[in-house]
């Protein structure tokens, strides 16, 4: 198969490529190389492979290509005639770092590793000219990186604006809808008040029941489209506040009161600790009867039957928002997993365990679209204070509880 091969004069072929070198080096390269030819698409040399050998592009066209995790092939770059490659693996003594396609029918001289070690530990310029090509590859690595880099960095952020966008247009249907839902809700919530107070529906007590079922449903609708067009706001970043000095010890009591029912029926236990010594924090009460709210109704869904939910309340004076109210609700349910921890805030965000359970706004593990702690932290924020949540894990046998923390300033700034 050698003798259909062109005839390369070896010696004057490498000259000009590796130049500088003695004649007797020259002599030496020239005897150890043989002439390879390789049709389209053929390997050269294997990524992985052991490096025996140091390759010359005689003519033709070769491409260098890196092999991705997918099993894909990455063009690194094309070398043509004159060009050599396979060098590295030979200096770094590792296997081939890439492999070597011919592009077209391409020729090559193929230099063993032996021959080419001993001519490169006698020649210093032999030395110097893989050095400078080895340089070269890497600047040119480089700069090929940090365009890719630009280039996936662009990519990226037209990615990012088309979703914000996606996800302002889905913003926005809610929000209408909610909207345009929560007008005939409330209609029907006032018919229903009239049917419950009808004569007849007063007299007859299965009425009477099925009236008041209405009316606890199209209430729970209700809250739920409030919910939804407040957690709009949020997103779309147009809470108005409203500042008042506020008491939280009168917010927890309106609080402590509205779940009255539910604290007992299911026998736990809500305990306000130290909020009628804070002062009045200049705040929304509306907003921060919301916030805290979500956060009561919270330690209710994920706290069993029997159990303790705690508000502690405290002055704190912070390095970056200055004096501050502290509250902390802590329950004793069945706790929050860490990778959780921060996308519990996350509007629409519910942990798997839990997207489930039960229906009912107070029960055990009661199902919830996931807005309420998207819309405690947007008011908080709105109030330029901060709002975080603790637990050492989930674990629904042990209950190892949740803690979730607010400050807000009393300054009055956000
Ligand atoms: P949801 O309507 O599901 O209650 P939230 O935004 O209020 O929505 O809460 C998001 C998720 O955070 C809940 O689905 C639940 O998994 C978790 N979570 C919130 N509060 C607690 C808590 N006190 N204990 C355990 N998990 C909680």
Redesign the pocket.
Known sequence: MADDLPQVDTKEFLRPILFGLAEEELDDLARAAVVRSFSPGAAICREGEPAGAFFVVVSGRVAILKQLDDQTERLLHHAGPGEFFGEMAIVQESGRTATVRAVEPTLVLEIGREEFLSVLGRSPSLAVRILVHLTDRLRSADQQAIVELRQANEELRRAFARLERLDRTKSDFIQVSAHELRTPVAALKGYAQMMKDHPVVKKDPSLSALVEGVITSTDRLHRIFDNILDLSRVVAGGLEIHRSPVSLAIIFQGIRLEFSEALERRNLTLELVGLSGLPFCPADPDLIYKAFR??V???L???PDGGRITVTGQQVSLPDLGDCVEVV?A?T????APE?LDL??E?F???G???LHSSGTVNFK???????????QGAVLAHGGRIW?E?PG?DEQTCP??R?IVQLPLGGTG
């Open positions: 979500h956060l109704n919270n330690a869904k994920y706290t609700v329950d349910g069945i706790g929050i959780d519990i805030f509007k965000y519910r942990t365990e839990v997207a009661g199902g919830g679209p996931g807005l309420g702690l998207a819309i405690a949540a637990s989930y509880g949740s979730f």
